[in-house]
């Protein structure tokens, strides 16, 4: 029976989920172009998945990462071009949720998110989360517990409304 290791602080925990992600944006790449009956149900399904993940994601950090993080650091450039970048992300969420998954454009969509998220994941990997661990006023195990609590809280209002 597989273990589930818990991350070892926020970061690990943000950067985990951007790992999953990455792996549902992997999934969704042939089905873009597959002309396989059951390939719109399925793009939806995993995309829907992809947004819900990232709209969490987005929440969590902007909740509880971003505002503890401006505390401490002082590099607030960083923060606030993460948080144009989650903009634009959320922008093409709620197209890609009011669009059809017939449509090449729709799938062109999902693939720039990917794209976008790609480049952000790499901003927040070799810069946000150097800066957060560096910080001595962070406590990144006890964030990492809010982080949990809150995205947990989040799955269960966004599923239970869908």
């Known amino acids: 029976m597989p273990t589930t290791r818990t991350p070892a602080d926020a970061c690990s925990l943000l950067d985990a989920e951007h790992r999953n992600v990455k792996k549902l944006f992997k999934e969704f790449e042939p089905l873009a172009e597959s002309k396989a009956k059951t390939a719109p149900a ?21 909740e509880i990462f971003y505002p503890a993080l401006r505390e401490a650091i002082k590099e607030k450039d960083l923060l606030d071009e993460a948080e144009v970048e989650h903009a634009s992300a959320k922008d093409l969420i709620a197209q890609i949720k009011e669009g059809d998954e017939n449509d090449g454009k729709w799938c062109a969509k999902v693939i720039v998110l990917g794209e976008y998220i790609d480049h952000h994941v790499k901003e927040e990997r070799n810069e946000i989360f150097v800066k957060a661990r560096g910080a001595r006023k962070l406590d990144l195990v006890a964030m990492r517990d809010a982080l949990q609590v809150r995205k947990e809280e989040l799955m269960a209002e966004m599923t239970a409304a869908a």
Request: net charge neutral; glycine share 0%.
């Open 42 to 62: 399925k793009r939806r399904r995993l995309a829907d998945q992809i947004c819900l993940e990232l709209t969490v994601h987005a929440q969590i950090e902007e």
